[in-house]
């Protein structure tokens, strides 16, 4: 099951070209990200909160074609895979209107607690992911 997540890109966004700056792919993915998991019922803040923390481990990136200042962006995001204490989120980039690929990325996450040490998904975390894996 996937979720999507809309962005336009603004000036800010861009290089001179105007063209998508490379690394704020990774802010995008971010987003998306956390609009997944709040919309299956994980509130970060909560997590937060209890002293429980995403981060990110590993990410790979395949940059297709360029995303353009004034582009809408649609962001796609699955769980690719959902371990004891990590989660595997799959991120595909398309052109809103042409539904042209631009980027595709695989980011891994873990989670740790305040301290910083690998800490198990807890249950509920896992049941509502496990629908959308």
């Not at 909160?49 to 395949?62: D, L």
């Amino acid at each position: 099951m996937s979720h999507s997540f809309r962005l336009r890109i603004y000036y800010e966004d861009t290089d001179c070209g105007g063209v998508v700056y490379y690394a704020n792919y990774l802010r995008y993915f971010e987003r998306a990200r956390t609009e997944f998991l709040e919309s299956r019922g994980v509130g970060l803040k909560g997590l937060m909160e209890a002293g429980i923390f995403f981060v990110v481990t590993e990410v790979s990136v395949k940059y297709l074609a360029p995303g353009r200042y004034g582009d809408f962006l649609l962001i796609e995001s699955v769980i690719d895979h959902c371990g004891p204490a990590s989660i595997t989120f799959g991120h595909r980039v398309l052109r809103e209107g042409t539904g042209e690929t631009l980027v595709e990325a695989t980011v891994r996450l873990g989670c740790v607690g305040q301290d910083m040490k690998p800490l198990r998904l807890r249950q509920d975390i896992r049941e509502a992911l496990k629908e959308a894996a």
